[in-house]
């Protein structure tokens, strides 16, 4: 049997005693899967947790499968990270990635409305998700989207398309326990239908992980810091709580630690 990925400050911040992230399929009355919002800026960027989440739900220790739409870069891209951060091959089988820069499966042209495109890219998403879900008995779904900012260029800036977007991939998490987790870059918008987005953002996720910079400026041991908001109903030990810790990057990984805990 294959021993489960060490724990981290992250981990035991988004997941249960029991060691799943949601406590969540109907198969077993769990009521649906959740929406996970991490929110990054310029200076400093939350891919490594998108990777963390990844590599998670990819490990040996797990059945799930990971319906991963990629808005910001290539397959290539995160199949050397994940396999720099120790992910066998016969674990990527379990990874289903659409190519949005290949526009994969999307039978886009210039007659296509951003709405028809985004409707043909939900359908697809649902169609796998659909497709794992009843091949797969018991196993869990998470779709994640990198990124959301991205994806207002394919709507041509409308916001709105892009809620829709989410909520009815948020639709999945009741119908299939499937989780949802995606990117979005919290300092690039400055209009009011962009803030609004925003904040729906906010409002739909069930937590919250914002990487930010270091209040204090640069340090050469610590390259930012991590704030999780939980809200209730996610872990039977965490309902509600914020957790606020900070980060590393190295080459072998990411570090968390508390703040002041850092030599």
């Known amino acids: 049997m294959a021993n489960s990925p060490q724990s981290t400050l992250l981990d035991e911040a988004l997941y249960s005693k029991g060691g799943a992230l949601f406590s969540t399929s109907p198969r077993g009355g769990g009521g649906g899967g959740r929406m996970i919002l991490v ?5 400093t960027s939350g891919a490594f947790v998108l990777h963390h989440l990844l590599k998670r739900s990819l490990s040996p220790s797990s059945s799930d499968v990971v ?5 910001a870069q290539h397959f290539s891209h995160y199949e050397r990270i994940l396999r720099k951060m120790g992910c066998a ?11 949005i820069l290949n526009l994969e499966g999307i039978d886009r042209d210039q007659r296509r409305s951003s709405e028809e495109i985004l409707m043909a890219l939900y359908g697809k998403v649902q169609k796998q998700v659909e497709l794992n879900y009843q091949s797969r008995e018991g196993n869990q779904v ?14 041509n800036g409308s916001s709105n398309l892009v809620l829709d977007f989410l909520h009815y991939c948020c639709t999945l998490t009741a119908q299939f326990g499937c989780s949802v987790i995606a990117l979005n870059h919290y300092d690039v918008y400055s209009n009011v239908d962009q803030l609004n987005l925003l904040l729906e953002l906010e409002y739909l996720a069930d937590v919250r992980i914002k990487v930010e910079p270091l209040a204090t400026g640069l340090a050469n041991d610590v390259h930012g810091q991590l704030t999780v908001s939980n809200k209730g109903g996610l872990v039977e030990d965490g309902c509600g709580k914020v957790h606020n810790f900070q980060f590393r990057i190295k080459d072998s990984g990411v570090e968390y630690f508390y703040p002041g805990s850092k030599s």
Not at 39 to 43: A, K, L
């Open 67 to 71: 319906v991963f739409l990629s808005l």
């Open 142 to 155: 998470t779709v994640i989207i990198d990124d959301v900012s991205l994806m207002e260029v394919d709507a």
């Open 89 to 99: 091959q016969r674990d990527l089988k379990r990874l289903v990635f659409i190519d």
């Open 39 to 43: 929110e990054d800026c310029v200076e």
